[in-house]
């Protein structure tokens, strides 16, 4: 699902909330998998960024042994670790909904009498 995610840690250290706050967040799939393989040697949970282009680098490190920290009304926290440069730091993500609403084609056209049958 489409997300809003915040990075709020930085290399392991907990980021100062104001510029958590301010920073522009990444707009992106989100999506939760068990893969069999990690950096760790061992299958893992992994929280990461569906990307459309394989080729692309991935505009977030994934997370490995992925969960929920937190919940709330309208925002969650995913809590793991991530590589970055060969080392294992402590992260979060704070994910919520989107302001702008991505609307999927097929609901943009109108209804007909066929929407019935499915």
């Not at 990307?51 to 926290?77: G, H």
Request: charged share 25%.
């Amino acid at each position: 699902m489409r997300y809003e995610i915040a990075q709020l840690y930085e290399r392991g250290k907990r980021r100062p909330q104001k510029d958590v706050k301010s920073e522009k967040r990444l707009t992106a799939d989100l999506q939760i998998n068990a893969w069999p393989s990690s950096p760790m040697g061992r299958p893992s949970l992994v929280a990461h960024i569906f990307k459309t282009t394989p080729t692309l680098p991935d505009p977030l490190p994934p997370l490995y042994d992925a969960r929920l920290e937190s919940m709330a009304t309208l925002a969650f926290v995913i809590a793991g670790f991530e590589f970055v440069d060969g080392v294992l730091y402590r992260q979060e993500w704070h994910c919520r909904e989107c302001e702008h609403k991505y609307i999927a084609p097929w609901r943009a056209c109108p209804h007909s009498s066929l929407d019935e049958l499915i």
